[in-house]
T-cell receptor, first 113, second 115 residues
Framework: GESVGLHLPTLSVQEGDNSIINCAYSNSASDYFIWYKQESGKGPQFIIDIRSNMDKRQGQRVTVLLNKTVKHLSLQIAATQPGDSAVYFC????????????FGKGTLLTVNP | EAQVTQNPRYLITVTGKKLTVTCSQNMNHEYMSWYRQDPGLGLRQIYY???????DKGDVPEGYKVSRKEKRNFPLILESPSPNQTSLYFC??????????????FGPGTRLTVT
């Protein structure tokens, strides 16, 4: 079946740099996307979401970009800090009557001091 | 404190011995869900519940049962655990999904080992 995927399984950046984590999806019916952060030994934690009628949404130090033409989603983290080290998941929801989230496999972000 | 709690956090058991992992949320959320997380496979949904007495299968329901008799609790039952159910399990809850947000709040996880 169709699923959410990721371009890179690992990403290593220097503290203070900007990070970009990518995600590809294949279901054109997906209308809602969400990014989660999972620190070691903890459950996933919400970061930011975006609906398919938007192409950009900003939060605190994070920006999500959605390119529906190529079915691509990205999470940008500004001024990356050691506390940002974690696994990042994107997830999609397909249709408003379907409450299910389908998760990607995750990208491990490591921030070097 | 608003939270999702799971018990136990760690469990080692043997094949065939029935077990229950409890999940409770204190946010009055209508939607609850169980996931399992395996290396290289990410989070996969097992079962979900949209309200009391309403449950449905996710992507990997085989070998699991759930019940939703009360709004706050959503236990996961393994009637006859097998080694391939060794995994990290997460419970999640969400307020009523109106179409504006599908944010789910996750519990801390239960690491289950079946020998």
């Amino acid at each position: 079946g169709e699923s959410v995927g990721l371009h890179l399984p690992t990403l290593s950046v220097q503290e203070g740099d900007n990070s970009i984590i990518n995600c590809a999806y294949s279901n054109s019916a997906s209308d809602y996307f969400i990014w989660y952060k999972q620190e070691s030994g903890k459950g996933p934690q919400f970061i930011i979401d975006i609906r398919s009628n938007m192409d950009k949404r900003q939060g605190q130090r994070v920006t999500v970009l959605l390119n529906k033409t190529v079915k691509h989603l990205s999470l940008q983290i500004a001024a990356t800090q050691p506390g940002d080290s974690a696994v990042y998941f994107c997830a999609e929801n397909i249709g408003r009557s379907n409450y299910k989230l389908t998760f990607g496999k995750g990208t491990l972000l490591t921030v070097n001091p | 404190e608003a939270q999702v709690t799971q018990n136990p956090r760690y469990l080692i058991t043997v094949t065939g011995k029935k077990l229950t992992v409890t999940c409770s949320q204190n946010m009055n959320h209508e939607y609850m869900s169980w996931y399992r997380q395996d290396p290289g496979l990410g989070l996969r949904q097992i079962y979900y519940s949209m309200n009391v007495e309403v449950t449905d299968k996710g992507d990997v329901p085989e070998g699991y049962k759930v019940s939703r008799k009360e709004k706050r609790n959503f236990p996961l039952i393994l009637e006859s655990p097998s080694p391939n159910q060794t995994s990290l399990y997460f419970c999640a809850s969400s307020p009523r999904m109106t179409g504006s947000s599908y944010e789910q709040y996750f519990g801390p996880g239960t690491r289950l080992t079946v020998t």
